[in-house]
């Protein structure tokens, strides 16, 4: 048991060192996302069923294996140092495409202060209420779908150059500037494919890179969806602009931490945190970010492993 779950801690590392072998890469990458299970089940094994020199030497191959897995990882957010920064709260939530009712999470979105509320899956039924629904997000703009890549951003401030551009796969982004009072925001909703197919698996890699360059260029954007992908999928691997604001919360079925808010150089971390899994089979996620000083920005570590 314990050189299985140890083969498993080492997936995200044969994902990137196989890429040259698409199946391998892809099947091996699907293995990453399991940490939760590999992790415990290393060290209960370790622990437990071995004694003397070998649980010394599963001990030292696990603690290198958890090392790696640290080194895989996109980096986080820069955690907020000035506490006079203008901030900015942010919401990510996959409603889940088989219901229609924003009330709940609208509701919890209010209660965390929210100013840009970034939705997946968001259906027709969905879209028409919270048109009709009276909330403190009068600015809108939602793709309503009929299969789970409906997206939207709703906000307090005004959105200026809203559009819905087509991704890896034809898979739609919603972008847009929010205008708020401290500045305008470039924004991102993004939903990739789950990698259940190695096409799907390299297109999601591809919507990664493509946002991370952007955010080389513009350092206060903020990406947020589902991306359906974990910390330690090979779908991150040389990210360098985008830093995890979320910090990696599980989100899909309290285990999975495949949903995230990743954001520029520009911004900095002061909050991160999940909401209920009430309405869908996704938690979702607020953040509040705070905004760094251009002399603060470095494109060569636009975030750190706080």
Same mark, same amino acid.
């Given at each position: ?14 994902? =990137?060192?196989?890429? /040259?072998?698409? =199946? ?64 900015? =709260? ?48 009068? +600015?809108? +703009? ?23 551009? !087509? ?11 929010? /205008?708020?009072? /401290? ?13 259940? !197919? ?48 979320? =910090? ?11 949903? +995230? ?20 089979? +996704? ?24």
């Amino acid at each position: 048991m314990f050189l299985i779950a140890m083969l498993g801690i080492t997936t995200p590392w044969i994902s =990137r060192l196989t890429v /040259d072998m698409p =199946r391998v890469g892809w099947l091996s990458d699907l293995g990453s996302h399991w940490q939760w299970f590999f992790v415990p089940a290393a060290m209960f094994t370790g622990i437990f069923a071995w004694r003397g020199l070998a649980r010394i030497v599963a001990l030292l191959a696990l603690g290198a294996g958890l090392y790696g897995l640290w080194v895989v990882m996109p980096p986080l957010a820069a955690k907020a140092e000035a506490e006079d920064a203008p901030t900015l =709260r942010v919401v990510t939530a996959n409603v889940m495409y088989t219901t229609g009712d924003p009330v709940g999470v609208m509701e919890w979105a209010l209660s965390q202060r929210a100013d840009i509320i970034l939705l997946q899956e968001v259906n027709g039924k969905f879209a028409q209420t919270l048109e009709t629904m009276t909330t403190g997000f009068p +600015h809108r +703009h939602l793709l309503a779908r009929d299969d789970p890549f409906g997206i939207g951003i709703v906000s307090r401030y005004p959105l200026s150059h809203s559009a819905v551009v !087509t991704g890896p796969g034809g898979i739609p982004m919603l972008e847009a500037t929010v /205008d708020t009072p /401290d500045g305008a925001v470039p924004v991102l909703v993004v939903h990739p494919f789950p990698p259940l !197919t190695e096409v799907a698996h390299r297109e999601r890699a591809e919507l990664i890179h493509l946002v991370d360059t952007r955010a080389g260029k513009t350092p206060t954007l903020i990406v947020g969806g589902d991306f359906n992908a974990t910390p330690w999928s090979s779908a991150f691997n040389g990210v360098r602009h985008l830093g995890i604001a979320s =910090r990696g919360l599980p989100t899909w079925r309290e285990v999975l931490p495949i949903d +995230h808010v990743m954001v520029g150089s520009g911004w900095a971390l002061r909050m991160a945190d999940r909401g209920p899994a009430n309405w869908s089979d +996704h938690r979702p996620l607020v953040v509040e970010l705070a905004r760094r000083s251009a002399g603060r920005h470095d494109d060569n570590n636009a975030a750190s492993r706080q």
